[in-house]
């Protein structure tokens, strides 16, 4: 599943900026398996969301220039009827009703 992959990538490019062990944006964008130009977009966005990443030419490395962490996390449940209920304020039962209002004869 793409999410699931995504959010490794996140996570090992996470670890590697906090190792400082990013290496070159070509050698970094091999290791997550991305291109180049998408590696500089995500750095972008990591940036834009408040992010202190920066690069340290001497050393050929990503890191953060102050204490940070990203931190993705994916909580996989199954619900009850009253809990669907309440997340798609009872669309479920909208659907579910009209579906077999159309297909029960």
């Known amino acids: 599943m793409q999410l699931f992959k995504y959010i490794d990538r996140i996570n090992l490019l996470d670890k590697l900026i906090r190792q400082r062990k990013t290496g070159t944006q070509s050698e970094l964008a091999s290791r997550l398996g991305i291109s180049v130009s998408r590696l500089a977009r995500v750095i972008e966005h990591l940036k834009d969301l408040g ?4 690069f340290d030419r001497s050393n050929s ?18 619900l009850n009827l009253n809990q669907m209920k309440h997340i798609s304020a009872g669309d479920y039962f909208v659907q579910t009703n009209f579906l077999n209002a159309f297909f029960v004869h």
């Not at 490395?61 to 199954?78: A, F, G, P, R, W």
Request: proline share 5%.
């Open 61 to 78: 490395t990503y890191y953060y220039e102050n204490e940070y962490s990203i931190q993705i996390k994916v909580d996989i449940q199954q």
């Open 51 to 54: 992010a202190p990443v920066a």
